[in-house]
C-alpha cells in the first residue's frame, strides 16, 4: 500500500501565510510531519504528498517522501490534485487531506479493515462545511457530500482505494469538474456499481482544520 496526502491547497478559510498543513501542533509537531511519521510507524513507506501553494516550504520542511506538483492549484479542487498522484500509481492506495490530524489508532484500524474500499467516518451531527454520508441498506456508502439529506456522519478526509478499483477510479476523477471535491468521484465510482463502505472511527481523535475554531479544537485535543 502506498500513501497519498493532499497539501496543494491555499487554506483561505484559516487565513493562514503559509500551508495549512505546515501549522504546528502543542507539541511541536506540524500536521503535515505528523502525518507522515504516523503513515511511516504504521508500516507505510511509500508517501506522495501533492503540493501547490509555496510548495517549496513543503518540500524543504519533509525532504525524504516524493512529491507530485498540483500546478493549476489555483484553479481547482481536491479531485484534480487526487488525479495529479493516482494516474502515476498501481497499488492499493490510502489518501487523505492535509489538514487531518488524527490518532495513530485511526491508522491501525483504517489498515486493519475489510479488504474493501473504505471511507472513514465519524459518527456525529455535522456543520454545513463538513463532507457527510449516508448508508444504504447493505451498509454500503451512497451519498458523499457536503449537501446531504439526512446525514449519518462525518467524512473525515481519510479513504482507501484498492488496486482494483483504481483505474475506474481515476476515470471517474478525470469526469470531475475543476472545482469537485474527490468526494464527487468516490459518488461517481457508487454510482457505477463499486461498493465503498464506511469505516467507523469514531472512538478515536480526529479533526479535520477547515477554520481557526477547527485549529483552537485541534490543539485542545492534541495537547503537548
Same mark, same amino acid.
Given at each position: 500500500m502506498q500513501a497519498?496526502?493532499?497539501?496543494? #491547497?491555499?487554506?483561505?478559510?484559516?487565513?493562514? $501565510?503559509?500551508? /495549512?498543513?505546515?501549522?504546528?501542533? $502543542?507539541? #511541536?509537531?506540524?500536521?503535515?510531519?505528523? %502525518?507522515?511519521?504516523?503513515?511511516?510507524?504504521?508500516?507505510?513507506?511509500?508517501?506522495?504528498?501533492?503540493?501547490?501553494? /509555496? !510548495?517549496?516550504l513543503l518540500m524543504e520542511s519533509f525532504p525524504d517522501v516524493f512529491y507530485c506538483y498540483n500546478s493549476a492549484y489555483y484553479l481547482t479542487n481536491?479531485? /484534480?490534485?487526487?488525479?495529479?498522484?493516482?494516474?502515476?500509481?498501481?497499488?492499493?492506495?490510502i489518501w487523505l487531506n492535509g489538514d487531518v490530524v488524527f490518532d495513530a489508532a485511526v491508522l491501525a484500524d483504517t489498515l486493519a479493515g475489510p479488504a474493501g474500499n473504505l471511507v472513514c467516518v465519524d459518527k456525529k451531527r455535522c456543520g454545513v462545511e463538513e463532507v457527510k454520508y449516508t448508508?444504504?441498506?447493505?451498509?454500503?456508502?451512497?451519498?458523499?457530500?457536503k449537501i446531504v439529506? &439526512? $446525514?449519518? #456522519?462525518?467524512?473525515? #478526509?481519510?479513504?482507501?482505494?484498492?488496486?482494483?478499483?483504481? $483505474?475506474?477510479f481515476?476515470? !471517474?476523477?478525470?469526469?470531475?469538474?475543476? %472545482? &469537485?471535491?474527490?468526494? !464527487?468521484?468516490?459518488?461517481?465510482?457508487?454510482?457505477d456499481g463499486v461498493t465503498v463502505l464506511p469505516l467507523d472511527i469514531s472512538a478515536h481523535r480526529c479533526i479535520e482544520v477547515d477554520f481557526a475554531e477547527d485549529w483552537e479544537a485541534a490543539k485542545k485535543l492534541f495537547p503537548a
Open positions: 497519498v496526502i493532499l497539501a496543494a #491547497g491555499i487554506g483561505s478559510r484559516l487565513g493562514c $501565510p503559509f500551508p /495549512k498543513s505546515l501549522s504546528e501542533l $502543542p507539541n #511541536g509537531e506540524r500536521i503535515l510531519g505528523r %502525518q507522515i511519521r504516523l503513515l511511516k510507524e504504521a508500516g507505510i513507506r511509500t508517501i506522495h504528498v501533492v503540493v501547490g501553494f /509555496k !510548495m517549496t481536491t479531485s /484534480k490534485s487526487l488525479l495529479c498522484a493516482l494516474r502515476l500509481l498501481d497499488d492499493d492506495v448508508l444504504d441498506d447493505a451498509g454500503r456508502i451512497r451519498d458523499l457530500s439529506a &439526512d $446525514p449519518q #456522519g462525518e467524512a473525515i #478526509g481519510i479513504n482507501v482505494i484498492r488496486r482494483g478499483s483504481l $483505474p475506474r481515476v476515470e !471517474m476523477l478525470t469526469r470531475c469538474d475543476d %472545482q &469537485d471535491y474527490f468526494e !464527487m468521484g468516490l459518488e461517481l465510482l457508487i454510482r
